[in-house]
């Protein structure tokens, strides 16, 4: 759904519009400036980190401001500090072997300042934090609203937690929607929505208490 609605995939029956405009009609250069897609089998170029972020929007690769901003909205500082070259580091070992490997979670974040990249209009996001933990989703989460401001933004995740950030939920089934509304009204109905919702909560419960143990543990240390 993600690859038809920016115009990636084309066999299909029925009309996607943009802005009140027919997709299949538009210029696809002039299309996919509108998009900044996080995909959920994302691609990990064994390049730079700043060119990594910089093909979220190619015809901006070489703007250090646009780029610089991508990275404080995905959050990267605190990674590259830790690479042995900071943003020009390679990431991945197929054509450097002193490139550097980053964790799925890490490899997340760049792939989000990618989608961040040159303030795209529709931001497009499949499950952006299915490698990470329910803690580290909530950190991830902490400022997506003020990100997301002024944009449209489509979310799609198997996480409550992060389907909640959204004004209108779809719940999907067999390509199907088979409810619709506010996660307040989605609860009230305990359908399909409200039994993901409560599995998913003790999920959540048990990543908190696992996370004060740590911390515990760090304070008797």
Not at 57 to 77: F, P, Q, S, V, W
Request: net charge negative; with cysteine.
């Amino acid at each position: 759904m993600s690859k038809l609605m920016c115009g990636l995939l084309e066999n299909y029956s029925g009309t996607i519009k943009l802005n009140g405009h027919d997709i299949s009609g538009m210029d696809r250069e002039d299309l996919y400036r509108y998009f900044g897609i996080g995909f959920q089998d994302f691609t990990k170029y064994s390049i730079s980190l700043k060119d990594n972020v910089g093909i979220g929007m190619i015809e901006k690769i070489n703007d250090e401001e646009e780029i610089n901003k991508a990275i404080k909205k995905g959050n990267l500082e605190y990674i590259i500090d830790s690479l042995p070259n900071g943003i020009d580091t390679i990431l991945g070992k197929e054509y450097d072997p002193n490139g550097q490997d980053l964790s799925g979670g890490q490899w997340q974040r760049v792939i989000l300042a990618r989608a961040y990249m040159g303030e795209p209009e529709v931001l497009i996001l499949d499950e952006p934090t299915a490698s990470i933990d329910p803690i580290e989703e909530m950190r991830l989460l902490e400022h997506f609203d003020e990100i997301i401001k002024g944009k449209t933004a489509i979310l799609i995740s198997h996480r409550i937690g992060f389907a909640r950030l959204s004004s209108r939920i779809c719940v999907m089934e067999n390509g199907h929607i088979v409810e619709d509304g506010t996660h307040e009204e989605l609860l009230a109905l305990k359908g399909k929505y409200y039994e993901l919702f409560m599995s998913q909560q003790q999920l959540y419960a048990k990543g908190v208490a696992a996370h004060e143990s740590e911390e515990r543990k760090d304070i008797y240390v």
